[in-house]
């Protein structure tokens, strides 16, 4: 399964879908919906918003030389809901934020984190990009069962310093900007974007979260029951860090990443900290 043919739920109710009628089942639960031009960019394209997600930015870190020179190593951090609640105490602590989410928290963390971990410059600017389910935010809403990405990438920006001069309310406050400002015009200016530009998004100096802890493949039975692991095989490029759920309810959340084996070493003593 591609990406280019649908997001992280698309593919779930895929495989739900598969599932059901491996199982005998004659009407799915949720029939797919494959009209795309709901989605279509405008004409002429109209670009209201700015966005970030496709900017370049200047590597004055060298992380090149970092990653090119150490081995890369992978690991997996567990948080279980007493362990979330920290870090969301963490993210709220000095009032900054009245309220936050466990995402925004979270990531708010892990984000200032690895920062600190590659030991990036004061100065170097810093991106994290993370994807926003649209479905509900289009208006009107896509249709039940839309299958395609109905994902858009949103962006946070700021320095290494900025990062971790402040506490975690800083990091998860850009977050929550972040995901604040999907509105349906963004979204569509970010379809107009693309298909004025061809544009990929950059990936230098960024850190792109891709959370699965939401997505139900733990509920694809195919007639011997359910799953007892759903994951990836593998991440897809050394800028992504995955939340994936753990346990049986599925409250506990496992982010895995992978670092240069001497920042990994820092990052482990951060996650320890919590």
């Not at 590659?118 to 009107?140: H, I, N, S, Y």
């Not at 809403?141 to 320095?159: D, E, M, Q, R, S």
């Not at 802890?213 to 039975?221: P, T, V």
């Amino acid at each position: 399964m591609n990406h280019c043919m649908f997001d992280g739920l698309g593919a779930m109710e895929f495989v739900n879908s598969w599932a059901e009628m491996a199982r005998g089942a004659t009407e799915l639960t949720v029939p797919p919906f494959l009209d795309r031009s709901v989605l279509r960019a405008r004409n002429p394209p109209v670009i209201s918003n700015p966005h970030h997600e496709f900017e370049e930015i200047a590597d004055v870190s060298e992380m090149a030389a970092l990653y090119g020179g150490q081995e890369l190593v992978y690991r997996s951090f567990c948080f279980d809901p007493d362990r979330l609640e920290r870090v969301r105490g963490l993210a709220l602590a000095d009032g900054d934020l009245e309220r936050c989410t466990t995402f925004e928290a979270l990531s708010g963390l892990v984000w200032r984190a690895r920062t600190r971990a590659l030991g990036l410059a004061p100065e170097q600017q810093t991106k994290l990009l993370f994807a926003v389910d649209g479905r509900r935010r289009f208006v009107p809403p896509l249709p039940k069962g839309y299958f395609g990405n109905g994902i858009v990438l949103t962006n946070a920006l700021a320095t290494a310093g900025d990062l971790l001069s402040a506490p975690v309310s800083r990091a998860a406050g850009k977050v929550q900007e972040a995901v604040r400002m999907v509105t349906d015009e963004y979204m569509r200016s970010a379809v107009d974007y693309f298909e004025a530009t061809r544009a990929r998004p950059s990936l230098a100096s960024t850190l792109l979260i891709t959370t699965w802890s939401r997505l139900a493949f733990n509920g694809a039975d195919f007639g011997w029951g359910e799953p007892t692991m759903s994951g990836p095989v593998t991440l897809p490029e050394k800028e992504v860090i995955l939340f994936l759920a753990h346990g049986k309810e599925r409250k506990s959340i496992n982010v895995l990443l992978g670092l240069p084996a001497s920042a990994m070493d820092t990052f482990q003593e951060l996650m320890d900290e919590i």
